[in-house]
């Protein structure tokens, strides 16, 4: 079955800078590759995705880019603010339509 | 207005025994999903079920089993609770198809502690 990884396990940056998050994956066949934002208590929330046919997607702070050779994509912030402080899992859908996500970045954004 | 729900919000029982968490959602969604997010945030499929198939994780031990009354609903039935079941376990919904409609939408979460 699909395996992500997801690094690092924890991140804090100081309000401004930017964030990265790092996910790899398993199986080739993976061809959705969605971004969630859980804050404390509160359910997983999409903030953004990418499918397999596109390389870098931008919305406003945030991006991601995926590289399917190497099988690894990214979540890109910048201008990180104290709301951006959360939990971001990344997650990688095969041919089942089943989500298996990494373990989670805890983002902490020091003001 | 709430797009997927669960409840109860907070469940407390006892080893053995078993019990349900409801899931309703009033998106038009055909498929909707089970997860299992434990003490160290790691979230888990459990299952994916519209009303053509049912995926099981193969992980998941058969004391928990997936009904769905329609096509808004999927409940998590769970037998003979033990203490490795307390987590926190989500609903979530999709609809099939490209575009826009792959976002899974998730509820609020079930607290299960088991004693």
């Known amino acids: 079955g699909e395996n992500v990884e997801q690094h690092p396990s924890t991140l804090s940056v100081q309000e401004g800078d930017s964030a990265v998050i790092k996910c790899t994956y398993s199986?080739?066949?993976?061809?959705?590759f969605p971004w969630y934002k859980q804050e404390l208590g509160k359910r997983p929330q999409l903030i953004i995705d990418i499918r397999s046919n596109v390389g870098e997607k931008k919305d406003q702070r945030i991006a991601v880019t995926l590289n399917k050779t190497a099988k690894h994509f990214s979540l890109h912030i910048t201008e990180t603010q104290p709301e951006d402080s959360a939990v971001y899992f990344c997650?990688?859908?095969?041919?089942?339509?089943?989500?298996?996500f990494g373990g989670g970045t805890r983002l902490m954004v020091k003001p | 207005d709430t797009a997927v729900s669960q409840t109860p919000k907070y469940l407390v029982t006892q080893m053995g025994n078993d019990k349900s968490i409801k899931c309703e959602q009033n998106?038009?969604?055909?498929?909707m999903y089970w997860y299992k997010q434990d003490s160290k945030k790691f979230l888990k499929i459990m299952f994916s079920y519209n009303n053509k198939e049912l995926i099981i994780n193969e992980t998941v031990p058969n004391r928990f089993s997936p009904k769905s009354p329609d096509k808004a609903h999927l409940n998590l039935h769970i037998n003979s609770l033990e203490l490795g079941d307390s987590a926190v376990y989500f609903c979530a919904s999709s609809r099939r198809g490209g575009g826009r409609s792959d976002e899974q939408y998730f509820g609020p979460g079930t607290r299960l502690t088991v004693t």
């Open positions: 199986d080739s066949a993976s061809n959705y």
């Open positions: 997650a990688a859908r095969n041919a089942g339509n089943m989500l298996t």
């Open positions: 998106l038009g969604h055909d498929t």
